[in-house]
């Protein structure tokens, strides 16, 4: 396989007076998994289809293995493309399909038929191949569409939410899939996704966009864990937005509390309002005579499993989200009396 | 007093059966059943059973034989060439028109050209006959203002009441039917089909001749055939255009319902008729079941 | 988006043959004795015609009757197949369906020779059979219009409501196969409006057959006629297609 590094540097690109791109820079390394995340209009789609040749970009380059492309037809970049649905050619069979773009490739016939069985198999799927697309479940039409797409040996792969049509199971079985093929191939990839699990779970790393701008790009904990802008806090994973005051240079004085501020929230005045992002796991709970206990009330209790999500009360304040262990709150029930605190180095503020 | 309470065991049905329930679901669908068999089942029938019979009411494969020799003949083939030529000429430009609109045109032009073909679609008789005629009839105003150009469209034997007129006049009607039957299977064509197929490294030759074509084809055979049996049905232009020069089944069978005298028994124009229902049903029963088939997904 | 040359050429070209005839046949209805003068003298003619009201109103009642045949007769069909007789719909979209493949010249002859004397001698076997040509297409609108509703569901919830049959119909089965049953109007319309093959060989008269007729007579006329008649149609045909079909759901601003 052809390991090819990814390249893409001021790219824009309008689409009437919108800016679908914003002078993106994206480096995707040889190998590499990276998630485009963002909601609907953010720009990430826009960006792989740039990539593949089926848009045009106003400005900016496109490299791949220091190659500029942008010039080259779609037809011609070797890229293989997973779109969200309805992408396999209904008149052709599912070996058909595979074989496909080795066909435009004038690759002989047995070679076609061998290298199709070979991805079929590879997907797992092997006993499918005289079937047509539409006898096909969901799952399954993206399988023979992966395979398709990995049949021409692509130099990278474009998944456009591959996912998304999919019933919830079917979608995390075939994530893992994903993941463990492009692994197992090594080949540079390319995941468009507004769903937030499934970037953090599969990528190497994640970029979050929004309005056609990289808010942020890094490895899955580093976003959790040190959002750059409130706007990617709150896309990945759920945050409590909990009314607080800048105190001093870099503090925030939030629920009875001093705590460091992120390095991304310096630009606030000693004494703005702002609101304290809050993760709810950083929140424990303590005995009432803590000097830093925050008191309330249970108001919602929702048992998860493993988990409990428990909402309390405060006066003053909007409910706060707690996620604790199931274990630890067995006895506690809506309307008690309930303590905790934030146990967090650092946190983000956006202005209230 | 405990109540008892109806479970439904699933996987028994009482389907077929002719019991209660079964009964007062079909008892609302009386009226259409006995409205079909009343107004249509029954006139029909009575067409087909009254082609084997002779003047006298005996069974007879007589007026069968009859049709099949001239005038009757010649007319049946004029208008299974008519019917022919007429989707022929309409198929090409209509499927490329309804193309087009379909992939370049804006919102409103779709609108405008879907409303228009709706309409042009139902026109025909003597007001269309006497449009062509105020057009390109030999006095028409097309015919002066292309003289004046160096065009004498009049130079050799053309005349608009003719084969050839109808074929044209037909045209109207026809590319408008075939844009209204042709648009759902082209907007069926999936852009997500040609995106990855161009990604798969086919140009647009490649895409046309494997992907493109082959899905469309299907719908272009049904709406060729619906043209076909449309342009050998026709009846209303076809009267307004020719005045019994051109031997066609529809025109003859409507002089027999006239009273004209004709070659043969009372029976003929039956047999005719039946004539034309075969034709017409080999050419619809084909694009009803295409068209059920590629309807599926094209919804 | 580029603007496509292709595409305004077509549009071009397409509407110079849409237009050529129609518009020469206009000019042409506006003459007045020769081709330099015009005026609305034949226009006045057909207006000033007893005839023309006559049978403008014979093919308004048809049509009407057809109309209202049609839906007395389509509407609950298809609504009761939707609702209780789902397994029965293939075999009522065959049969509606045969209008179709019979040509409307064979049906004439089949009316012509099997109804009894009294129902030929009324000119409302005209409305029932124009129901028939209509069937096809109507069935097909109801049935593709009811089935994008959830009917069935609908109705078991106003049921379990507490509505009764009859609040039922009125609140929540009609108004919401509205539009399905307004497209099967309109199909039905257009056709009896414009009805001409069984109307003639079954020897009645209406608006289109009269039409025919007065080009016996005064040619200039007949075409003023024929344009009037299209006119109206594209007129009438294109601002309900602009306005009752464009309009028909406005989803609300999240």
């Known amino acids: ?352 | ?299 | 988006m580029k603007r496509s040359l292709t595409l305004y050429t077509t549009l071009i070209l397409g509407g110079i043959f849409v237009f050529l005839p129609f518009g020469s046949a206009a000019e042409f209805s506006f003459r007045d004795g020769g081709a330099n003068k015009h005026s609305l003298k034949a226009y006045r003619w057909i207006l000033e015609q007893p005839d023309f009201v006559h049978y403008l109103l014979v093919t308004l009642k048809l049509t009407v009757i057809a109309v209202v045949i049609t839906i007395l007769l389509m509407v609950p069909t298809v609504v009761w197949l939707h609702l209780r007789a789902q397994s029965l719909r293939p075999l009522m979209e065959f049969l509606t369906i045969l209008p179709l493949v019979i040509p409307v010249v064979a049906l004439a002859i089949g009316a012509q020779s099997a109804f009894p004397t009294w129902l030929q001698s009324t000119e409302y076997e005209l409305s029932l059979m124009f129901a028939v040509l209509a069937m096809p297409y109507t069935y097909r609108t109801l049935d593709t219009g009811i089935a994008a509703i959830p009917l069935a569901t609908l109705t078991e919830a106003a049921r379990s409501l507490g509505a009764n049959w009859f609040n039922t119909i009125i609140r929540v089965i009609l108004p919401v196969i509205r539009s399905a049953v307004i497209g099967a109007v309109f199909i039905a319309t257009a056709l009896s409006l414009g009805e001409f093959t069984l109307t003639v060989l079954l020897h009645w008269d209406t608006f289109p057959t009269w039409v025919t007729s007065i080009s016996q007579q005064n040619i200039v006329g007949a075409i003023a006629l024929s344009i009037f008649s299209l006119a109206a149609a594209f007129l009438i045909l294109i601002i309900l297609n602009f306005t009752i079909f464009g309009a028909r759901t406005k989803k609300v601003e999240e």
């Not at chain 1, 991805?119 to 191949?129: D, F, S």
């Not at chain 1, 790009?217 to 959790?224: A, E, F, M, R």
């Not at chain 2, 669908?29 to 006139?43: C, K, N």
């Not at chain 2, 990855?196 to 299907?218: S, V």
């Open chain 1, 1 to 352: 396989m052809k390991k090819g590094e990814l390249v893409l540097k001021n790219v824009s690109k309008k689409f009437g007076e919108v800016k679908a791109l914003d002078k993106l820079d994206l480096v995707i390394k040889s190998g590499e998994l990276v998630a485009l995340l963002g909601p609907s209009g953010c720009g990430k789609t826009t960006a792989l289809r740039i990539v593949a040749g089926l848009e045009h970009h106003d400005s900016g380059s496109i490299k791949i293995n220091d190659q500029n492309i942008s010039g080259v037809p779609a037809h011609q970049r070797n890229m293989g493309m997973v779109f969200q649905a309805y992408s396999l050619f209904p008149n052709l069979t599912v070996l058909e399909n595979v074989a496909f773009g080795l066909k435009m490739r004038k690759v002989s016939k047995e070679k076609q038929q061998k290298k199709s069985i070979e991805l079929l198999e590879l997907v797992g799927l092997p006993t499918q191949k005289n079937r047509f697309p539409h006898q096909l479940s969901g799952g399954q039409q993206q399988r023979v569409a992966l395979a398709r797409a990995l049949a021409i040996e692509p130099s990278v792969l474009l998944l456009d939410e591959p996912l998304s049509a999919l019933d919830a199971q079917v979608r995390t079985n075939l994530r893992d899939e994903i993941r463990r093929l492009q692994l197992s191939l090594g080949i540079t990839t390319l995941f468009v996704t507004h769903d937030q699990e499934e970037a953090m779970s599969m990528a190497d790393r994640v970029g979050v966009m929004r309005n056609g701008k990289l808010e942020q790009i890094g490895v899955p904990s580093d976003l959790y864990n040190k959002p750059a802008t409130p706007f990617v806090a709150s896309f990945v994973g759920i945050a409590n937005r909990i009314p607080a005051e800048v105190t001093g240079k870099g503090n925030v004085k939030v629920l009875g509390q001093k705590i460091a501020l992120s390095e991304f929230s310096m630009e606030f005045d000693d004494g703005k309002k702002v609101n304290a992002l809050v993760r709810p796991e950083s929140l424990h709970l303590v005995s009432e005579s803590d000097p830093e206990a925050t008191n309330g009330i249970v108001a919602i209790k929702s048992f998860l499993g493993p988990l409990t999500k428990i909402g309390v009360a405060i006066e003053g304040y909007p409910i706060v989200h707690l996620n604790l262990a199931s274990k630890d709150v067995k006895r506690i029930e809506i309307g008690d009396r309930i303590s905790f605190k934030i146990a967090a180095d650092e946190l983000m503020v956006e202005s209230a």
């Open chain 2, 1 to 299: 007093m405990p109540e008892t309470v109806e479970v439904e065991i699933k996987g028994a049905t009482s389907r077929g059966t002719l019991n209660r329930r079964n009964l007062l679901v079909l008892l609302p669908l009386i009226p259409i059943f006995v409205y079909l068999g009343a107004f249509f089942l029954f006139p029909m029938s009575r067409v087909l059973f009254d082609s084997f019979k002779s003047n006298k009411g005996e069974f007879t494969l007589e007026n069968f034989q009859i049709v099949l020799h001239n005038p009757y003949r010649l007319a049946f083939l004029t208008s299974i060439k008519l019917g022919l030529v007429s989707a022929l000429t309409a198929a090409l430009p209509g499927a490329l028109f309804a193309y087009l609109i379909e992939i370049k045109g804006s919102e409103r032009i779709k609108k405008l050209v879907s409303s228009l073909s709706g309409v042009l679609s139902s026109t025909g008789g003597v007001p269309l006959a006497f449009m062509f005629i105020a057009a390109i009839g030999a006095q028409g105003s097309a015919t002066t203002l292309l003289k004046n150009l160096g065009i004498d469209l009049y130079s050799g034997k053309f005349t608009l009441f003719s084969f050839t007129g109808l074929v044209i006049v037909y045209l109207y009607f026809q590319i408008p039917i075939m844009v209204v039957v042709f648009t759902p299977a082209v907007k069926a064509l999936r852009n997500e089909w040609h995106e990855a197929a161009t990604n798969l490294g086919a140009t647009r030759f490649n895409y046309w001749r494997n992907i493109g074509i082959p899905i469309l084809f299907p719908s272009f055979a049904a709406s060729f055939l619906l043209l076909f049996a449309n342009g050998f049905s026709a009846y209303a232009t076809a009267r307004a255009m020719t005045v019994g020069n051109v031997a066609l089944v529809p025109l003859q069978i409507g002089s027999l319902v006239d009273g004209n005298i004709q070659v043969g028994g009372a029976n003929i124009g039956k047999a005719l008729a039946m004539g034309m229902v075969l034709i017409s049903a080999v050419a619809m029963i084909p694009y009803l079941v295409i068209q059920r088939r590629t309807r599926r997904w094209q919804s």
